[in-house]
């Protein structure tokens, strides 16, 4: 089947959506230790206010996935980007409140639902044989981490308040440029049923949680390594803020350059098989890193390659995503299952700042970490490997 241009158009500019939306939603992360010296915070009270967008924006990508099944996404993405800007321009007046900055990050949480507005657009313009790579270039996006990591740091040294407001005004602009430029597929299912009676229907499916546990471990990993390394770079290695944000957009820029490797590998084997052996690289290298190597070269290799396989996971889950999941439930689905990955990198920086003040290391966190992808790796490779396209 050949593809037409207008699919390629709308993967370009979902794709920057999302990593606009997801350098917004990440704002927080990379200025976290500037945050825990004003306000004096603990180390449980700085992850917290870390993860607070991640856990709002993981939730909130359950109602916004059905809206788009119902709305589509020409009319989701401007709106929810427009929207997304008033938060990060509250950034700017609320840093000198704990209280107030936690209520900032709840409303941050919007810039993550975006992934479950973009998955249906490029899952409905694509054919079955180039899905997977598509979603795994539309999934690139959420190298808005990395850019983040890397370029708030610097613009705060201009100027505390610049970096929200240059997010604010690319978020401003982008708004219109999706609402002249995003197109629904012609002639997409329209469900006719409540949002709620989707969710629901797309709760009955037990794959919907099956692929949401995988997801909860492979993308939860890079949100939680995205929110949380900045924090751990610092604090285990005692590197400045500026290299620790350096290091952490490294790691997420190779989540990014995988995440398409792993849905062009779906696209030519099954996709549980690929996510399988790249949840298995996960679990070896924690245990690697719960060692706590040095940096140079060993803890750098071992994080590197995490990331690698985390990024492969998250590709290759969705690409299975899109061949089980009838069309019409694609939104629903990917909302439930986007929910719980996000869910999946809420709890570990809360875990390991928590361990962290209570026994001065991170060794269990990874330990952890390395048990999840252990057991995600045989359920892909034991069950998940059984489901065919359609079943």
């Known amino acids: 089947m050949e593809t037409p241009a207008a699919a390629y158009r709308n993967l370009v500019i979902a794709t920057i959506g999302f990593t606009l939306t997801f350098w917004a939603w990440n704002l927080v992360s990379p200025l976290g230790s500037y945050y825990r010296d004003r306000l004096d915070l603990s180390s449980f009270q700085q992850s917290l206010l870390v993860a607070v967008p991640v856990l709002v924006g993981s939730l909130g990508r359950v109602p916004v996935g059905a809206l788009t099944d119902r709305y589509g996404a020409r009319l989701m993405f401007p709106v929810v980007s427009a929207l997304t800007v008033v938060p990060v321009l509250l ?51 959420m190298g808005g981490v990395a850019l983040s990591g890397y370029f708030t740091p610097r613009i705060a040294r201009h ?13 401003a602009a982008y708004a219109v440029l999706a609402a002249l430029l995003i197109r629904d597929r012609p002639g997409r299912s329209v469900p006719s049923a409540s949002p709620a009676s989707r969710l629901g229907q797309a709760a009955r499916l037990r794959v919907t949680w099956e692929l949401s546990a995988l997801y909860a471990i492979g993308f939860g990993g890079i949100v939680a390594f995205g929110v949380y390394l900045p924090t751990y770079l610092k604090t285990w290695y005692d590197l400045s803020p500026t290299d620790a944000g350096t290091k952490a957009a490294g790691f997420a820029l190779v989540t990014v350059v995988f995440r398409p490797i792993g849905g062009w590998l779906s696209d030519r084997a099954h996709p549980a098989l690929v996510t399988a052996a790249a949840l298995g690289v996960v679990a070896l290298l924690a245990i690697v890193q719960a060692f706590d190597p040095g940096l140079d070269p060993v803890g750098t290799i071992a994080l590197l390659a995490t990331a690698a396989g985390l990024g492969t996971a998250s590709g290759s889950v969705f ?22 990955g996000g869910l999946g990198g809420f709890v570990p920086p809360l875990v390991m700042g928590a361990i962290y003040s209570a026994k001065d290391s991170y060794s269990i966190a990874f330990m952890l970490l390395s048990d999840l992808a252990l057991a995600g790796c045989v359920y892909a490779y034991g069950r998940m490997r059984t489901l065919r396209p359609g079943s």
């Open 319 to 340: 690409a299975l995503v899109s061949q089980v999941t009838p069309q019409p439930q694609v939104g629903s689905v990917t909302g439930i299952v986007g929910a719980m």
């Open 91 to 141: 950034l700017t007046v609320a840093k000198d409140s704990y209280g107030a900055m936690l209520a900032v990050g709840f409303l941050l949480g919007l810039g993550g639902t975006t992934f479950a507005i973009g998955i249906p657009l490029v899952n409905s313009w694509f054919p079955a044989t180039k899905r997977g790579l598509a979603l795994g270039v539309f999934g690139m996006g």
């Open 159 to 171: 100027g505390e308040n610049l970096p929200f407001v240059v997010v604010a005004i690319a978020l």
